[in-house]
């Protein structure tokens, strides 16, 4: 079964610092994946995706994310964080099942916290 | 721009009552899920259509139930509240052609007492 860990739970980083969050998969095919972040009180808002090709992949906001499939990693990365980056970061694979097609299966988030 | 808008951002409600969480997206999409938001457990599937009149269960489907009676309308019905049921609902939506670009609506944080 598809499963996405994101083993830190809470991340400090100071307002300039570079940054990188984790994400391990579990999946069979060639996965679909995506990191969302989530500001307080607000929706999911899709920072990148990888489905194939380039294994570097550019998001907005200036964030990265790197594919390693002999790894099943998927993490995501910034140079130079700012204070607006504290927010909730998920890391997301999607199903490509035909009964279950674009179902995702969330990790459990990162919260980051940026000190000034 | 793609909206994908839940009717209430925060609910206060009672054990045993019924309740309706109504998500409504404005670009025609095919697919719609339910996710419900808890600290430390990140986001599970509820339910999801793929069409009208059609819905599937996901993972925690137990004490929910869902109607889509037109394509632009996903409600999600908790037949009797209960208090484990205080969460954060999050609706989305996808299209057929493109079916993981999934929008998010704000989200119904719901409390139940």
């Known amino acids: 079964a598809q499963s996405v860990t994101q083993p830190d739970i809470h991340i400090t980083v100071s307002e300039g610092a570079s940054l990188e969050l984790r994400c391990n998969y579990s999946?069979?095919?060639?996965?679909?994946l995506f990191w969302y972040v989530q500001s307080p009180g607000q929706g999911l808002q899709l920072l990148l995706k990888y489905f194939s090709g380039d294994t570097l992949v550019q998001g907005i906001k200036g964030f990265e994310a790197e594919f390693k499939r002999s790894q099943s990693s998927f993490n995501l990365r910034k140079p130079s964080v700012h204070w607006s980056d504290a927010a909730e970061y998920f890391c997301?694979?999607?199903?490509?099942?035909?009964?279950?097609?674009?179902?995702?299966?969330f990790g459990r988030g990162t919260q980051l916290t940026v000190w000034p | 721009d793609v909206k994908v808008t839940q009717s209430s951002r925060y609910l206060v409600k009672r054990t045993g009552e019924k309740v309706f969480l109504e998500c409504v997206q404005d670009m025609d999409h095919e697919n719609m899920f339910w996710y419900r938001q808890d600290p430390g457990l990140g986001l599970r599937l509820i339910y999801f259509?793929?069409?009208?009149?059609?819905?599937e269960k996901g993972d925690i489907p137990e004490g929910y139930s869902v109607s889509r009676e037109k394509k632009e309308r996903f409600s999600l019905i908790l037949e009797s509240a209960s208090t484990n049921q205080t969460s954060m609902y999050l609706c989305?939506?996808?299209?057929?052609?493109?079916?993981?670009?999934?929008?998010f609506g704000q989200g119904t944080r719901l409390t139940v007492v």
């Open positions: 999946y069979g095919a060639t996965p679909y």
């Open positions: 997301a694979v999607g199903d490509d099942r035909g009964s279950t097609l674009g179902r995702l299966y």
């Open positions: 259509s793929y069409d009208v009149k059609m819905k």
């Open positions: 989305a939506s996808s299209q057929n052609r493109n079916p993981f670009e999934a929008y």
